[in-house]
């Protein structure tokens, strides 16, 4: 499994998982190092991974690629002119590598992506101001976005066009469809939208007690969240309320999760149910939540970046067929 987050200070951060002993009940566990260097030339707002593929955008409106088994760069993609806020890969259940790259931006626009080689197919703008947020339905056929123009957007990947657009009536941070793609939320400051997928009708809200900064769905119906609480929220989006929580996750503000179980590389149904966090204080920490349900757990591994992180990514660390940069992307510079 490997990990994936970009900071302030351009640099981005790559680690993998390893066990420190070679007996399998042993849940000691390390972050090792893949790279560090700053890829961007301001701060890096978002990162998303898929296999060993992994991509950052910045506010120096560039998309950079990785190959995280080689812990080398693919290049870069050009193609918004505003800071990149969200990116994410559709990757097929037998597949592992994805085949698809989509890309949100801070002036509405959302550019969709062949990822082998890396190529622009489409280029939209379904929003009048920033997209805040990107998910994609496990289909690889719709997304969602949300903007600071206080709008939720459907976006036809097939078609490449917006298919459904209407107000919100307050600004969605973040938005991200469930695993199964039946439901999705939307976190609005403290409180986060549970909503069926098919007709948008609203099931429940989650209340937090500080304003929201990442949610991470899980199995079963659980939904990660934190922010400025400093926790590790885990709610059950069936009853709408809170399963447990890891208190004082970090000193700081939680400014990503990452839930590492059979979809980003656990391989066995034993292995511990792992979340991975990061905080704004450059500290990044492994959990076990099963040990969350009856008391407060101790990290099983971390990792101090000494940087302002901003988001966190993770997914399994499989080689496969190397994506290369499109012709096309080459003339523009990538």
């Given at each position: 499994?490997?990990?994936?987050?970009?900071?302030?200070?351009?640099?981005?951060?790559?680690?993998?998982?390893?066990?420190?002993?070679?007996?399998?009940?042993?849940?000691?566990?390390?972050?090792?190092?893949?790279?560090?260097?700053?890829?961007?030339?301001?701060?890096?707002?978002?990162?998303?991974?898929?296999?060993?593929?992994?991509?950052?955008?910045?506010?120096?409106?560039?998309?950079?690629?990785?190959?995280?088994?080689?812990?080398?760069?693919?290049?870069?993609?050009?193609?918004?002119?505003?800071?990149?806020?969200?990116?994410?890969?559709?990757?097929?259940?037998?597949?592992?590598?994805?085949?698809?790259?989509?890309?949100?931006?801070?002036?509405?626009?959302?550019?969709?992506?062949?990822?082998?080689?890396?190529?622009?197919?489409?280029?939209?703008?379904?929003?009048?101001?920033?997209?805040?947020?990107?998910?994609?339905?496990?289909?690889?056929?719709?997304?969602?976005?949300?903007?600071?123009?206080?709008?939720?957007?459907?976006?036809?990947?097939?078609?490449?066009?917006?298919?459904?657009?209407?107000?919100?009536?307050?600004?969605?941070?973040?938005?991200?469809?469930?695993?199964?793609?039946?439901?999705?939320?939307?976190?609005?400051?403290?409180?986060?939208?549970?909503?069926?997928?098919?007709?948008?009708?609203?099931?429940?809200?989650?209340?937090?007690?500080?304003?929201?900064?990442?949610?991470?769905?899980?199995?079963?119906?659980?939904?990660?969240?934190?922010?400025?609480?400093?926790?590790?929220?885990?709610?059950?989006?069936?009853?709408?309320?809170?399963?447990?929580?890891?208190?004082?996750?970090?000193?700081?503000?939680?400014k990503g999760i990452v839930v590492l179980t059979s979809k980003a590389g656990a391989v066995a149904d034993d292995d511990p149910y792992l979340v991975a966090s990061a905080s704004s204080d450059g500290v990044i920490r492994l959990w076990d939540v099963r040990m969350a349900v009856k008391e407060k757990p101790n990290p099983l591994a971390e990792a101090n970046t000494k940087s302002r992180l901003t988001c966190l990514a993770?997914?399994?660390?499989?080689?496969?067929?190397?994506?290369?940069?499109?012709?096309?992307?080459?003339?523009?510079?990538?």
């Amino acid at each position: 499994m490997s990990l994936i987050a970009g900071s302030y200070e351009k640099f981005i951060w790559g680690f993998k998982l390893k066990s420190l002993k070679p007996n399998p009940d042993s849940q000691s566990l390390t972050l090792t190092p893949l790279f560090s260097y700053p890829s961007h030339l301001s701060s890096i707002t978002t990162v998303a991974t898929a296999g060993s593929a992994a991509a950052s955008g910045g506010s120096d409106d560039t998309i950079h690629l990785y190959d995280m088994s080689s812990a080398t760069s693919l290049g870069s993609l050009h193609d918004h002119s505003a800071t990149v806020t969200s990116l994410s890969f559709f990757t097929p259940p037998h597949l592992s590598f994805p085949l698809n790259l989509v890309s949100a931006a801070a002036d509405g626009s959302f550019c969709i992506y062949e990822a082998d080689p890396f190529v622009l197919l489409k280029s939209l703008k379904p929003h009048r101001k920033a997209i805040n947020d990107v998910s994609l339905h496990p289909s690889g056929k719709l997304a969602l976005t949300v903007g600071k123009d206080e709008c939720l957007s459907m976006i036809n990947l097939v078609r490449g066009r917006r298919s459904f657009y209407c107000r919100l009536g307050k600004e969605a941070s973040l938005v991200t469809y469930d695993g199964s793609g039946d439901k999705f939320y939307m976190a609005m400051e403290d409180k986060v939208m549970v909503h069926e997928a098919e007709d948008a009708r609203l099931l429940c809200e989650l209340e937090n007690s500080k304003r929201v900064l990442c949610v991470e769905p899980g199995e079963n119906g659980v939904l990660y969240t934190g922010g400025e609480d400093r926790c590790i929220t885990a709610w059950d989006t069936n009853s709408g309320k809170v399963a447990y929580r890891i208190e004082d996750a970090h000193p700081a503000r939680v400014k990503g999760i990452v839930v590492l179980t059979s979809k980003a590389g656990a391989v066995a149904d034993d292995d511990p149910y792992l979340v991975a966090s990061a905080s704004s204080d450059g500290v990044i920490r492994l959990w076990d939540v099963r040990m969350a349900v009856k008391e407060k757990p101790n990290p099983l591994a971390e990792a101090n970046t000494k940087s302002r992180l901003t988001c966190l990514a993770g997914s399994s660390l499989k080689s496969f067929k190397r994506p290369q940069i499109g012709k096309s992307d080459k003339k523009r510079g990538a």
